[in-house]
C-alpha cells in the first residue's frame, strides 16, 4: 500500500547510512570511554577517525575497532567494525548493501584489504520493523591485522547496564573521521534487539552517521565483551530523542553465523 511504502522509506532513510571518508588526525588524547576500548593488547599507533554524538576522541593503538573504507561504482562510504581475530572483522549488513568492489580496512598501523564478504542470510532489508535483525556481516582481510581482537559475549545483556560504543562517524559539531567513544545505558534488550535511549540532561553519547557496524560492549567480570553491532536510528539529526538500535550478538542464529564464517 501506499502508506507501507512511505513507512519503508522513512525506516530506510534513518539507517546509520554510509558516509564519505573524513579527513585523518594524528590522535593522542585517551580518556575513561576510550581506555576501556583500547585495554585489549598493546600496538603501535597511527592515524585514523570515528565518530559518536557527544563521545571521547581516542587514540586507535591499541583498539579493536577499525574503519571500513569502501568503493562502490560511482561513490565511496565508510563504515566501522570490530576485529575479531587477524583475519576478520565484524561489521553491518546494511553497510555492504550495496556491494562494493573494493574495501579496505584500516586500523591503528596499517591499511589491508579485503578479501572477500559475507552477509548474514536472515538479514531483510525490506523489512518494515526490526530492520536491525541479523543486520551483521563477516570481512575477511587479504592480510593479517595486527590489532587487538575483541571476544563475542556468551551470556545476556541485561536491560539499565552500562555499555560502550565507539565508531567513524559524525559527532554533534558535524566533523567524521575521528575515533570516538562514549559509554550510555542499555534501555531495551530481547532477541534481536538491543536499544539505547538519548535523553535531555544525559551526559553520554549516541551513534550517528558512520558508525554503522561499530561495536557495542558489555563488561564481564573486569573484561569488555561485544554485545551487539550499530544497525539504525531513529532521528535522523542524531540527537536527543534518539533511540539507536543494535543488532543482538548473542542471538543464537548470530552467533553461529559469526563462528562458520570467521576465518579459520
Avoid at 558508525?211 to 557495542?216: A, H, K
Wanted: aromatic residues 6%.
Amino acid at each position: 500500500t501506499k502508506q507501507a511504502r512511505k513507512r519503508w522509506r522513512k525506516r530506510r532513510r534513518l539507517f546509520r547510512e554510509l558516509t564519505d571518508c573524513g579527513r585523518r588526525v594524528e590522535l593522542s588524547q585517551i580518556t575513561s570511554a576510550c581506555e576501556e576500548i583500547s585495554g585489549f593488547d598493546t600496538t603501535d599507533g597511527g592515524e585514523y577517525t570515528i565518530r559518536i554524538i557527544n563521545g571521547e576522541r581516542c587514540s586507535l593503538q591499541d583498539s579493536p575497532v577499525v574503519e571500513l573504507e569502501m568503493l562502490f561504482a560511482f561513490s565511496s562510504g565508510s563504515c566501522t567494525g570490530t576485529v575479531l581475530d587477524s583475519h576478520t572483522v565484524l561489521t553491518a549488513a546494511h553497510c555492504l548493501e550495496r556491494e562494493p568492489r573494493e574495501i579496505r580496512v584500516h586500523s591503528g598501523r596499517e591499511s589491508v584489504e579485503v578479501r572477500s564478504y559475507t552477509v548474514h542470510p536472515q538479514y531483510n532489508r525490506l523489512t518494515y520493523e526490526n530492520l536491525e535483525a541479523h543486520d551483521i556481516a563477516i570481512v575477511e582481510t587479504e592480510t593479517p591485522l595486527s590489532v587487538p581482537a575483541a571476544r563475542l559475549l556468551t551470556g545476556d545483556v541485561i536491560t539499565g547496564e552500562t555499555a560502550i560504543i565507539a565508531g567513524y562517524g559524525y559527532d554533534q559539531e558535524g566533523n567524521a573521521g575521528i575515533l570516538r567513544a562514549t559509554d550510555l545505558s542499555i534501555s531495551f534488550v530481547d532477541e534481536d534487539t538491543i536499544a539505547s535511549r538519548y535523553r535531555r540532561g544525559d551526559r553520554r553519547g549516541n551513534t550517528c552517521f558512520g558508525d554503522s557496524g561499530g561495536p557495542l560492549l558489555v563488561r564481564r567480570l573486569g573484561e569488555w565483551f561485544l554485545a551487539g553491532v550499530t544497525s539504525n536510528g531513529d532521528k535522523s539529526d542524531c540527537g536527543l530523542g534518539d533511540t539507536s538500535r543494535y543488532s543482538n550478538l548473542t542471538h543464537k542464529r548470530n552467533q553461529e553465523f559469526v563462528e562458520q564464517h570467521r576465518a579459520k
